[in-house]
């Protein structure tokens, strides 16, 4: 079941406040803190982040903190939306990124995630990516786009699984990349 009304602060203990944003049966999506430079630092370097999304040039816990604040709680300030941590409910253990992502070069905000590997395969990027998407009509966003590298198979088959259509190819601007276009059918 996924639950998109739920908006939650919670106080950690020596932390400050955490906002929830969503929960499904197994997941908690939550706003990114500066608290989770760690986190970031780590799954912003796996080979999988870097191969299918790209290198962020995030090495250290400095840059994990700029990451931090000019991504996801820039974005929460600016577009009422972003990346948020998925947490374990059951350990509360954060195991990737979901959310919306605005793009200049995209006429829509895109839909994002990441996982760290060891959670690959057990369906957690579909829960997230489908509360999202729920949680986008509470936000009056109507169009969502999802790019993805051509042969991310597995980041295709999410965007499927949660009602994206492919549209078209584009090179991407950043790094002249072929990616594909998918919009929310």
């Not at 203990?13 to 969503?22: H, M, R, S």
């Not at 253990?93 to 994002?112: H, M, Q, Y």
């Not at 996982?115 to 729920?134: D, I, M, R």
Request: with cysteine.
């Amino acid at each position: 079941m996924i639950e998109t009304s739920i908006v939650d602060i919670t106080f950690v203990k020596g932390v400050g406040i955490q906002l929830i944003v969503l929960e499904t049966s197994r997941l908690i999506l939550r706003h990114a803190a500066l608290t989770d430079v760690e986190f970031i630092l780590t799954l912003l370097n796996t080979p999988g982040f870097i191969e299918n999304i790209g290198d962020r040039g995030v090495r250290d816990l400095c840059h994990a903190q700029t990451y931090l604040i000019d991504g996801p709680i820039s974005s929460y300030q600016q577009n009422g939306f972003g990346l948020y941590v998925v947490e374990l409910k059951s350990s509360g253990e954060s195991i990737g990124l979901s959310g919306l992502v605005k793009r200049l070069v995209l006429d829509a905000p895109d839909l994002g995630y990441a996982f760290l590997p060891g959670f690959w395969g057990k369906g957690y990027a579909v829960e997230s990516a489908q509360a999202v998407v729920c949680h986008s009509k509470d936000l009056s966003i109507s169009r969502i786009l999802g790019i993805v590298s051509p042969g991310n198979t597995a980041s295709i088959k999410v965007l499927e699984k949660v009602g994206m259509a492919f549209d078209t190819t584009m090179v991407w601007e950043e790094d002249n990349s072929e990616v594909l276009l998918y919009r929310l059918t």
